[in-house]
């Protein structure tokens, strides 16, 4: 089993290469992580400090893209008690 124990891709091809890669390397343990690199991935230059950062929750949401092509970004991460843990959502709008 992989560290993530659940991912839902919404029947999107490229989701699901995401979720592919959170199965195979996400972590539990830490999974604050998990939203520190999704955001750094998405906003290069991103940076947390050299000190150790334990990432409680998030939420921000940000444009990525080109001004002709492009999509609004949602990056929540929380507990979610319904789910039973934390969860972390990448949400794109746009086109």
Do not use: W
């Not at 998990?34 to 150790?52: I, V």
């Not at 002709?68 to 929380?78: A, P």
């Amino acid at each position: 089993m992989g560290a993530f124990t659940r991912c839902m891709d919404g029947g999107y091809a490229p989701a699901h290469a995401v979720c592919d890669y959170f199965i195979k390397h996400g972590a539990v343990e830490f999974a604050g992580n998990n939203a520190e690199r999704a955001l750094a991935c998405l906003l290069p230059g991103t940076r947390f400090g050299q000190n150790a950062l334990s990432l409680d929750a998030l939420d921000v949401s940000f444009y990525y893209g080109t001004p002709q092509r492009g999509s609004n970004i949602t990056l929540s991460f929380d507990q979610d008690p319904q789910m039973g843990g934390m969860v972390l959502s990448i949400t794109a709008q746009g086109y």
